[in-house]
């Protein structure tokens, strides 16, 4: 069979779910395993749950001896029982970035499922399979499931929350009860994983549709929603809040109620009205950095966009939209932007792309949206591996092997899915993006990221620490100069932030067996500090490299007490 016959084929295979995973661990495993822990959310995650393994406090949440109320205990659960599932059957994973990954891999896993299966009723069985193949690549999601956090697992529970709403808004006479319970649980979930956000996806959708389904003449505020009922928000509500609730009420009496105050009044309202943490962005960024977060599928998912708002008054694509586009709309008027914030809206773009896609009718859309696309999906097949390439001799001032053979995988994936698209072939090309950019991400996250030694500060330095002080207790470790979470998650939640060199000094004189790393900046005032104490130091070696997260080189040099 020729790869093209495969491909025009491969929609209607009966075992959708097995070729869909298939693709997601080719897509995903690269780098899984190797990539070591990063700055900052993963490795404060990370870490935090492994403090939860170590003490068995599963209510709160703790970063070394701070309280972290930022987000509930949904993902840091879930972690926590991989690693404990691991451990049971003998493999070591408490130490192991990747085993606090596997949350965010699964949840890759059921979102691009779900779609597929429940996108089934919105835009048929071929599409939907072509839609969840286009989810399954896009660089947000691919990046997301290589992070041991929150946002992928979120969006398995949008995603299968979504989809069954839109059966209940297609067919509320045939939503059973126990469609009706699978809603409400999958939001349960996410409100465990990450508060308000999953509940506010429906919610928008709910309050679109009700106002776009309203009949002519009908004054604004009354609405027309037929489908509400379906859904048994009686006892759905409570089902809901009975996931979270338990927890809820638990941390709060931990804490004295100092987890709302710090997570709702510090952290959520803080990335709605201000750019927390130095990632402001301006209304519009997320629309402008489509063609990188969505890649390879966003040069079809732009091409449909005109033909769906042409559309919008099938009931299907209207469910697609009102699931899109508030939501979208949300998070481009949030003055904090990551990547990552709009990833509940990309399920229903697939959706809308893979429609199009299939459709022999599709509308073409104006010239400019054909040139925009293609020049996101050359610009970023190149660009990426390009970037490393850059990257890499920039840092380390060598190139690397797998960088290079990354752009010979991005102009051969460009050349080839041009040329579908001048034949039309559409649904074809949308497959064969996602397996064409196997090889780009593979040479990038397998082949790149993990050999840049000159980043990965932490664990160069907790193996230094290790040669010379086999089996040093954490809390005999002190660090002024670098205080990443990484560096928590490889040596232990216990070892000392130290405030300077004085402070490292101090630290020293405080018990033997002890040592510090003190970066470049402050050895000077260590050592005065250190001679003032009368203290005679060795130094045991240094790490050099760059903190990625400031932008800038640091040494640090470890030393003893002689």
Known sequence: MRPAEFLDRLPETRRPALWLVALCLLLWLPGFFTIPQGDRDESRFAQATRQMVETGDHVRIRLGDVERNKKPAGIHWAQSAVVHGLEAVGIPARNSIWAYRIPSLL????????????GRALVGRRAAFVAAAMLAPCMVLVVETHIAKTDAALLAAITVAMGLMG????APDRFTPAMAAGFWSA????????GPIAPMVPLLAGLTLAIMDR??????????????PALRAGWGLPLMVAFAAPWFVAIGIATEGRFFGEALGGDMLDKVGSGEEAHWGPPGMYAAIFGITAFPAAWIVLRALPGAWADRMQAPVRFLLAWAVPTWLLFEAVQTKLPHYVLPAFPALMLLGARWAMDPLRQAPPRWINWLGNVALAGVAVGLPLVFVVAVYVVEHRIKPMAVAGILAGIVMAVLLFRMARAQAWGRAALAGAILVVPLYASVLEGTIPRMEAVWISPRLAARVAEVAPRLPPERFGVVGHHEPSLQFAMGGAIRLLRDGPAAAEFLAGGDGRIAAVNDRQEAAFRRAAAERGLTVAELGSVTGLNYVRGRWVTLSLFKVE
């Open 167 to 170: 059966r209940a808004y297609l």
């Open 215 to 228: 009949p002519s003449g009908r004054r604004f505020w009354r609405l027309s929603a037929p489908w509400l």
């Open 187 to 194: 939001l349960g979930l996410g409100v465990l994983l990450k």
């Open 107 to 118: 949840g890759g896993i059921i979102a691009v499922l779900a779609t597929c299966l429940l």
